[in-house]
Protein backbone atom coordinates (compact mmCIF):
# COMPACT_ATOMS: atom_id res chain seq x y z
CA UNK A 1 0.00 0.00 0.00
CA UNK A 2 1.68 3.39 -0.91
CA UNK A 3 1.55 5.56 1.42
CA UNK A 4 1.32 9.69 0.83
CA UNK A 5 4.98 11.53 2.40
CA UNK A 6 4.01 13.40 5.10
CA UNK A 7 5.18 17.24 4.83
CA UNK A 8 8.25 17.82 7.27
CA UNK A 9 7.66 20.11 10.15
CA UNK A 10 10.20 23.00 8.66
CA UNK A 11 7.82 22.45 5.69
CA UNK A 12 4.68 23.79 7.77
CA UNK A 13 5.91 25.68 9.78
CA UNK A 14 7.06 27.79 6.18
CA UNK A 15 3.59 27.80 5.39
CA UNK A 16 2.18 28.70 8.34
CA UNK A 17 4.31 32.15 8.30
CA UNK A 18 3.41 32.75 4.83
CA UNK A 19 -0.22 32.19 5.81
CA UNK A 20 0.30 34.43 8.55
CA UNK A 21 2.47 37.12 6.51
CA UNK A 22 -1.17 37.29 4.31
CA UNK A 23 -3.55 38.21 7.57
CA UNK A 24 -1.23 40.81 9.31
CA UNK A 25 -3.01 42.42 12.13
CA UNK A 26 -2.32 46.50 11.00
CA UNK A 27 -4.49 48.13 13.78
CA UNK A 28 -2.76 49.14 16.69
CA UNK A 29 -3.55 50.65 20.06
CA UNK A 30 -1.98 52.59 22.75
CA UNK A 31 -2.01 50.71 26.36
CA UNK A 32 -0.63 51.39 29.43
CA UNK A 33 3.09 50.16 30.49
CA UNK A 34 1.04 47.96 33.12
CA UNK A 35 -1.07 46.38 30.66
CA UNK A 36 1.69 45.89 28.03
CA UNK A 37 3.13 42.63 29.10
CA UNK A 38 3.53 39.76 26.45
CA UNK A 39 1.87 42.61 23.77
CA UNK A 40 4.09 43.25 20.58
CA UNK A 41 5.35 46.49 19.96
CA UNK A 42 3.72 48.47 16.53
CA UNK A 43 6.06 51.11 15.87
CA UNK A 44 9.74 51.65 16.49
CA UNK A 45 10.31 52.97 20.15
CA UNK A 46 12.46 56.14 20.10
CA UNK A 47 14.69 57.31 22.81
CA UNK A 48 13.51 61.16 23.79
CA UNK A 49 15.96 61.50 26.47
CA UNK A 50 19.87 60.70 26.63
CA UNK A 51 20.48 57.92 28.63
CA UNK A 52 21.72 59.11 32.01
CA UNK A 53 20.57 62.34 30.71
CA UNK A 54 23.70 64.00 32.74
CA UNK A 55 27.12 62.29 33.61
CA UNK A 56 26.37 60.67 37.30
CA UNK A 57 28.36 59.01 40.02
CA UNK A 58 29.05 55.58 40.43
CA UNK A 59 30.03 55.63 43.65
CA UNK A 60 29.60 57.33 47.01
CA UNK A 61 32.57 59.28 47.21
CA UNK A 62 34.13 62.74 46.43
CA UNK A 63 34.14 64.42 42.73
CA UNK A 64 36.97 66.48 42.56
CA UNK A 65 38.89 68.01 38.93
CA UNK A 66 42.71 65.74 38.30
CA UNK A 67 43.81 68.40 35.56
CA UNK A 68 46.62 69.35 37.10
CA UNK A 69 45.78 68.32 40.58
CA UNK A 70 48.90 67.19 42.40
CA UNK A 71 47.51 64.66 44.64
CA UNK A 72 46.82 67.07 47.37
CA UNK A 73 44.32 66.84 50.13
CA UNK A 74 41.33 68.74 48.88
CA UNK A 75 38.28 70.96 50.92
CA UNK A 76 34.81 69.94 50.08
CA UNK A 77 33.18 73.05 49.14
CA UNK A 78 29.60 71.20 48.72
CA UNK A 79 27.77 67.89 48.92
CA UNK A 80 25.52 66.71 45.90
CA UNK A 81 22.53 63.60 46.68
CA UNK A 82 20.85 62.15 44.43
CA UNK A 83 18.13 64.20 43.13
CA UNK A 84 20.25 67.11 43.51
CA UNK A 85 21.20 69.73 41.19
CA UNK A 86 24.91 70.48 41.83
CA UNK A 87 26.59 74.00 41.01
CA UNK A 88 29.94 73.89 39.31
CA UNK A 89 32.98 72.71 41.38
CA UNK A 90 34.82 75.57 42.94
CA UNK A 91 38.49 75.22 41.67
CA UNK A 92 41.35 73.40 44.30
CA UNK A 93 37.93 71.68 46.17
CA UNK A 94 36.32 68.30 45.95
CA UNK A 95 32.22 67.77 46.29
CA UNK A 96 30.74 65.13 48.61
CA UNK A 97 28.61 62.87 45.91
CA UNK A 98 26.61 60.48 46.06
CA UNK A 99 25.67 57.15 43.48
CA UNK A 100 23.57 58.34 41.15
CA UNK A 101 23.93 62.19 41.89
CA UNK A 102 24.84 64.46 38.94
CA UNK A 103 28.34 65.41 39.01
CA UNK A 104 29.51 68.86 39.34
CA UNK A 105 30.67 70.80 36.29
CA UNK A 106 33.56 71.50 36.31
CA UNK A 107 34.47 67.67 38.17
CA UNK A 108 35.71 65.32 36.04
CA UNK A 109 36.45 62.38 38.40
CA UNK A 110 35.14 60.51 41.68
CA UNK A 111 36.99 58.77 43.77
CA UNK A 112 35.07 55.83 45.92
CA UNK A 113 35.04 57.14 49.88
CA UNK A 114 37.30 53.49 50.41
CA UNK A 115 40.11 55.17 49.39
CA UNK A 116 39.76 58.52 50.76
CA UNK A 117 40.53 59.75 54.70
CA UNK A 118 38.91 63.20 56.15
CA UNK A 119 41.27 65.04 57.99
CA UNK A 120 40.98 66.77 61.22
CA UNK A 121 40.54 70.21 59.26
CA UNK A 122 37.72 68.64 57.25
CA UNK A 123 40.01 68.15 54.25
CA UNK A 124 39.95 64.90 51.92
CA UNK A 125 43.27 63.05 51.71
CA UNK A 126 42.88 60.81 48.35
CA UNK A 127 45.04 57.66 49.04
CA UNK A 128 45.88 57.16 44.92
CA UNK A 129 46.16 59.09 41.26
CA UNK A 130 43.02 59.35 39.74
CA UNK A 131 42.53 59.54 36.11
CA UNK A 132 39.67 61.48 33.96
CA UNK A 133 36.40 59.30 33.96
CA UNK A 134 36.62 57.69 37.16
CA UNK A 135 33.39 56.19 38.19
CA UNK A 136 32.12 59.08 36.33
CA UNK A 137 28.68 57.57 34.34
CA UNK A 138 28.80 59.75 30.81
CA UNK A 139 25.94 61.67 29.23
CA UNK A 140 24.47 59.19 27.01
CA UNK A 141 26.21 55.89 27.95
CA UNK A 142 23.45 53.51 27.71
CA UNK A 143 21.19 55.64 24.47
CA UNK A 144 21.08 59.27 22.79
CA UNK A 145 18.07 61.11 22.25
CA UNK A 146 16.81 60.10 18.47
CA UNK A 147 18.32 56.38 18.82
CA UNK A 148 16.05 53.36 18.05
CA UNK A 149 15.83 51.53 21.17
CA UNK A 150 13.21 48.58 20.49
CA UNK A 151 12.18 48.37 16.99
CA UNK A 152 8.39 47.59 15.89
CA UNK A 153 7.99 43.81 16.47
CA UNK A 154 9.56 43.22 19.88
CA UNK A 155 7.53 41.47 22.07
CA UNK A 156 7.57 43.25 25.79
CA UNK A 157 8.36 41.85 28.67
CA UNK A 158 9.63 43.37 32.04
CA UNK A 159 12.70 44.73 30.29
CA UNK A 160 11.31 46.33 27.38
CA UNK A 161 8.88 47.59 29.58
CA UNK A 162 11.61 49.12 31.50
CA UNK A 163 13.38 50.50 29.12
CA UNK A 164 10.22 52.69 28.10
CA UNK A 165 9.61 53.73 31.49
CA UNK A 166 13.09 55.02 32.11
CA UNK A 167 12.18 57.55 28.89
CA UNK A 168 9.00 58.57 30.86
CA UNK A 169 6.39 56.59 28.56
CA UNK A 170 3.40 55.85 30.34
CA UNK A 171 1.76 54.18 27.69
CA UNK A 172 2.73 51.94 24.21
CA UNK A 173 1.72 51.66 21.10
CA UNK A 174 1.42 47.79 20.74
CA UNK A 175 -0.47 45.81 17.75
CA UNK A 176 -4.36 44.82 18.47
CA UNK A 177 -4.19 41.41 20.05
CA UNK A 178 -5.23 38.87 17.61
CA UNK A 179 -8.65 37.59 18.34
CA UNK A 180 -8.91 33.66 18.37
CA UNK A 181 -12.34 31.61 18.55
CA UNK A 182 -11.36 28.50 20.47
CA UNK A 183 -13.71 25.31 19.87
CA UNK A 184 -13.41 22.31 21.40
CA UNK A 185 -15.12 19.15 19.37
CA UNK A 186 -16.05 15.66 20.31
CA UNK A 187 -19.33 14.47 21.81
CA UNK A 188 -17.77 12.92 24.57
CA UNK A 189 -16.43 16.31 26.33
CA UNK A 190 -17.80 17.92 29.35
CA UNK A 191 -16.72 20.93 31.29
CA UNK A 192 -15.44 20.78 34.89
CA UNK A 193 -18.08 21.37 37.19
CA UNK A 194 -20.85 19.57 35.43
CA UNK A 195 -21.19 15.82 36.35
CA UNK A 196 -19.79 13.17 34.10
CA UNK A 197 -21.74 10.97 32.29
CA UNK A 198 -20.57 7.54 31.17
CA UNK A 199 -17.82 7.08 28.61
CA UNK A 200 -17.52 11.48 28.46
CA UNK A 201 -14.33 13.13 30.05
CA UNK A 202 -13.51 16.43 31.46
CA UNK A 203 -12.57 18.66 28.34
CA UNK A 204 -8.95 20.01 29.43
CA UNK A 205 -7.99 21.57 25.93
CA UNK A 206 -10.28 24.39 26.50
CA UNK A 207 -8.04 25.29 29.83
CA UNK A 208 -4.58 24.84 28.24
CA UNK A 209 -5.11 26.47 25.01
CA UNK A 210 -6.87 29.80 26.30
CA UNK A 211 -4.45 30.41 28.78
CA UNK A 212 -1.32 29.74 26.65
CA UNK A 213 -3.49 32.21 23.80
CA UNK A 214 -4.00 34.50 26.66
CA UNK A 215 0.04 34.72 26.92
CA UNK A 216 0.70 34.94 23.38
CA UNK A 217 -1.11 38.67 23.52
CA UNK A 218 -4.75 37.03 21.89
CA UNK A 219 -7.88 38.17 23.19
CA UNK A 220 -9.71 34.59 22.91
CA UNK A 221 -13.36 33.92 22.29
CA UNK A 222 -14.60 30.82 23.77
CA UNK A 223 -16.90 29.17 21.10
CA UNK A 224 -17.24 25.89 23.30
CA UNK A 225 -17.63 22.94 22.55
CA UNK A 226 -19.06 21.19 19.08
CA UNK A 227 -20.81 17.74 18.54
CA UNK A 228 -19.34 15.25 16.24
CA UNK A 229 -21.72 16.38 13.59
CA UNK A 230 -20.46 17.69 10.09
CA UNK A 231 -23.56 20.48 9.43
CA UNK A 232 -23.03 21.51 13.30
CA UNK A 233 -19.52 22.00 12.35
CA UNK A 234 -20.43 24.17 9.29
CA UNK A 235 -22.84 26.25 10.95
CA UNK A 236 -20.14 27.17 13.66
CA UNK A 237 -17.76 27.72 11.50
CA UNK A 238 -20.16 30.28 9.22
CA UNK A 239 -20.89 31.31 12.31
CA UNK A 240 -17.49 32.43 14.12
CA UNK A 241 -15.76 32.90 10.64
CA UNK A 242 -16.45 37.05 10.72
CA UNK A 243 -15.80 37.66 14.33
CA UNK A 244 -12.30 36.04 14.49
CA UNK A 245 -8.87 36.60 13.02
CA UNK A 246 -8.00 32.92 13.34
CA UNK A 247 -10.32 29.69 14.57
CA UNK A 248 -8.28 27.29 16.23
CA UNK A 249 -9.96 24.00 16.99
CA UNK A 250 -9.16 21.02 19.13
CA UNK A 251 -9.74 17.04 18.13
CA UNK A 252 -11.64 16.00 14.64
CA UNK A 253 -9.21 15.77 12.68
CA UNK A 254 -7.81 12.66 11.93
CA UNK A 255 -9.39 10.59 9.24
CA UNK A 256 -11.97 8.49 11.73
CA UNK A 257 -15.46 8.87 11.08
CA UNK A 258 -16.38 10.97 13.74
CA UNK A 259 -13.62 13.40 12.45
CA UNK A 260 -15.72 16.35 11.31
CA UNK A 261 -13.28 19.04 11.65
CA UNK A 262 -11.22 17.91 9.12
CA UNK A 263 -14.00 16.48 6.98
CA UNK A 264 -15.59 20.29 6.57
CA UNK A 265 -12.83 21.98 6.26
CA UNK A 266 -11.17 19.95 3.14
CA UNK A 267 -14.79 19.43 1.60
CA UNK A 268 -16.25 23.43 2.40
CA UNK A 269 -12.88 24.92 2.68
CA UNK A 270 -9.60 25.32 1.30
CA UNK A 271 -7.06 23.11 2.91
CA UNK A 272 -3.35 23.77 3.42
CA UNK A 273 -2.23 21.38 5.21
CA UNK A 274 -2.95 17.92 6.74
CA UNK A 275 -0.76 14.90 7.68
CA UNK A 276 2.66 15.99 9.39
CA UNK A 277 5.49 14.33 10.24
CA UNK A 278 5.37 14.94 13.84
CA UNK A 279 4.81 12.26 16.65
CA UNK A 280 2.47 13.24 18.29
CA UNK A 281 0.59 15.57 16.10
CA UNK A 282 -0.16 13.93 13.17
CA UNK A 283 -3.39 14.81 12.10
CA UNK A 284 -2.48 18.83 12.43
CA UNK A 285 -5.28 20.27 9.73
CA UNK A 286 -4.82 23.93 8.61
CA UNK A 287 -6.58 25.84 6.32
CA UNK A 288 -9.12 28.75 5.43
CA UNK A 289 -12.88 28.57 6.03
CA UNK A 290 -14.34 31.42 4.24
CA UNK A 291 -11.83 33.77 4.25
CA UNK A 292 -10.73 32.75 8.54
CA UNK A 293 -7.62 30.84 9.20
CA UNK A 294 -8.11 27.47 10.52
CA UNK A 295 -5.89 25.78 12.58
CA UNK A 296 -7.08 21.98 13.82
CA UNK A 297 -5.36 20.91 16.70
CA UNK A 298 -5.73 17.15 17.20
CA UNK A 299 -7.50 16.57 20.45
CA UNK A 300 -5.24 14.19 22.21
CA UNK A 301 -4.26 16.90 24.69
CA UNK A 302 -0.46 16.05 24.11
CA UNK A 303 -0.83 16.53 20.66
CA UNK A 304 -2.31 19.72 21.21
CA UNK A 305 0.16 21.01 23.16
CA UNK A 306 3.29 20.05 20.64
CA UNK A 307 1.33 21.04 17.76
CA UNK A 308 0.33 24.48 19.23
CA UNK A 309 3.89 25.40 20.97
CA UNK A 310 5.55 24.18 17.77
CA UNK A 311 3.01 25.58 14.89
CA UNK A 312 0.55 27.45 16.23
CA UNK A 313 2.47 29.51 18.43
CA UNK A 314 4.83 30.70 15.36
CA UNK A 315 1.47 31.45 13.34
CA UNK A 316 0.22 33.73 16.33
CA UNK A 317 3.40 36.12 16.96
CA UNK A 318 3.92 36.56 13.49
CA UNK A 319 0.45 37.63 12.27
CA UNK A 320 1.57 40.41 14.85
CA UNK A 321 4.30 41.43 13.54
CA UNK A 322 7.20 39.38 15.78
CA UNK A 323 9.76 38.26 13.36
CA UNK A 324 11.97 36.28 15.76
CA UNK A 325 9.11 33.08 16.18
CA UNK A 326 11.35 30.17 16.71
CA UNK A 327 11.84 29.17 20.14
CA UNK A 328 15.56 29.38 21.14
CA UNK A 329 16.76 25.71 21.52
CA UNK A 330 19.76 23.85 22.35
CA UNK A 331 21.65 20.14 22.07
CA UNK A 332 21.60 18.45 25.28
CA UNK A 333 22.86 14.98 26.56
CA UNK A 334 20.23 12.61 26.52
CA UNK A 335 20.00 10.32 29.36
CA UNK A 336 18.37 7.35 27.84
CA UNK A 337 18.88 4.91 24.65
CA UNK A 338 16.19 5.23 21.66
CA UNK A 339 17.02 2.28 19.65
CA UNK A 340 13.91 2.31 17.60
CA UNK A 341 13.88 4.90 15.32
CA UNK A 342 10.82 6.43 13.96
CA UNK A 343 9.57 7.40 10.83
CA UNK A 344 8.04 10.42 11.72
CA UNK A 345 9.86 13.69 14.05
CA UNK A 346 9.34 12.61 17.52
CA UNK A 347 8.97 15.25 20.10
CA UNK A 348 9.64 13.69 23.63
CA UNK A 349 8.46 15.31 27.32
CA UNK A 350 12.10 15.26 29.25
CA UNK A 351 13.42 16.91 31.90
CA UNK A 352 16.90 17.99 32.33
CA UNK A 353 18.57 15.99 35.51
CA UNK A 354 22.07 16.74 35.97
CA UNK A 355 22.95 18.07 32.36
CA UNK A 356 21.08 15.09 30.71
CA UNK A 357 17.53 14.72 29.16
CA UNK A 358 15.50 12.24 31.14
CA UNK A 359 12.45 11.03 29.51
CA UNK A 360 8.51 10.94 31.25
CA UNK A 361 8.18 7.13 31.06
CA UNK A 362 4.76 7.06 29.66
CA UNK A 363 5.03 9.03 26.27
CA UNK A 364 1.19 8.86 25.34
CA UNK A 365 -0.43 11.55 23.81
CA UNK A 366 -3.13 11.28 25.54
CA UNK A 367 -1.41 11.86 28.76
CA UNK A 368 -0.74 15.24 29.83
CA UNK A 369 0.80 14.67 33.13
CA UNK A 370 4.19 14.14 31.51
CA UNK A 371 4.38 18.02 30.51
CA UNK A 372 3.71 19.08 33.90
CA UNK A 373 6.71 17.01 34.98
CA UNK A 374 8.92 17.89 32.30
CA UNK A 375 11.18 21.04 31.61
CA UNK A 376 10.62 20.50 27.58
CA UNK A 377 10.37 18.67 24.33
CA UNK A 378 13.26 17.00 22.94
CA UNK A 379 13.54 16.37 19.53
CA UNK A 380 14.17 12.80 17.70
CA UNK A 381 14.70 13.36 14.36
CA UNK A 382 12.90 10.82 11.60
CA UNK A 383 15.01 7.72 11.12
CA UNK A 384 17.11 8.34 14.32
CA UNK A 385 18.44 6.20 16.49
CA UNK A 386 20.11 7.23 20.41
CA UNK A 387 22.57 5.98 22.55
CA UNK A 388 23.29 7.29 26.13
CA UNK A 389 25.37 10.65 25.75
CA UNK A 390 24.52 10.97 22.48
CA UNK A 391 22.92 14.92 21.90
CA UNK A 392 19.46 16.32 20.42
CA UNK A 393 17.79 19.39 20.22
CA UNK A 394 16.25 20.42 23.04
CA UNK A 395 13.37 23.26 23.45
CA UNK A 396 12.95 24.30 26.81
CA UNK A 397 8.79 24.88 27.24
CA UNK A 398 9.44 28.41 28.84
CA UNK A 399 10.36 29.16 25.51
CA UNK A 400 7.32 28.58 24.34
CA UNK A 401 5.11 30.71 26.35
P1 LIG B 1 -9.69 13.31 18.36
O1 LIG B 1 -8.52 14.09 17.85
O2 LIG B 1 -10.97 14.06 18.26
O3 LIG B 1 -9.75 11.97 17.68
O4 LIG B 1 -9.43 13.04 19.88
C1 LIG B 1 -8.31 12.27 20.29
C2 LIG B 1 -8.37 11.99 21.75
O5 LIG B 1 -8.28 13.19 22.46
C3 LIG B 1 -9.65 11.32 22.21
O6 LIG B 1 -9.32 10.38 23.21
C4 LIG B 1 -10.44 12.46 22.78
O7 LIG B 1 -11.36 12.05 23.76
C5 LIG B 1 -9.35 13.33 23.37
N1 LIG B 1 -9.77 14.73 23.41
C6 LIG B 1 -10.29 15.40 22.37
N2 LIG B 1 -10.59 16.67 22.72
C7 LIG B 1 -10.23 16.79 24.02
C8 LIG B 1 -10.30 17.85 24.94
N3 LIG B 1 -10.79 19.05 24.57
N4 LIG B 1 -9.86 17.64 26.19
C9 LIG B 1 -9.37 16.43 26.54
N5 LIG B 1 -9.28 15.39 25.71
C10 LIG B 1 -9.72 15.55 24.45
MG1 LIG C 1 -12.89 13.67 18.55
Given amino acids: MSRLPLMPVEDAIDRLLTMAEAQWIEDSEAVLLSAARQRVLANDLLATLDLPPWPNSAMDGYALNVDGWDGAPLAVSQQV ?49 LTVGTNIRPQGQENRAGEVLLRAGKRLGPFELAVAAAQGCTHVQVVRRPRVALLSTGNELVEPGTPLKPGSIYNSNRTLLSHWLSALGCDVIDAGVLPDEPRQTRLQLEQLQHAADLIL ?30 KPGKPLTVGH ?66 GRAELYPNQSSGVLLGASWADGLLEIPEDCTLQVGDTARFIPFSELF
Avoid at 94 to 122: K, S, Y
Avoid at 316 to 334: A, M, T
Wanted: glycine share 12%; proline share 10%.
Fill in 81 to 129: FAGQAPEALAPGTCARIFTGAPVPPGANAVEMQENTEVLEDGRIRFHQP
Fill in 249 to 278: TTGGVSAGDADCLGQVLRECGKPLLWKLSI
Fill in 289 to 354: FGSVPVIGLPGNPTSALVTFGLLARPYLLRIQGVEDVEPLSFPVSVGFPWPKAGSRREYLRVKLQA
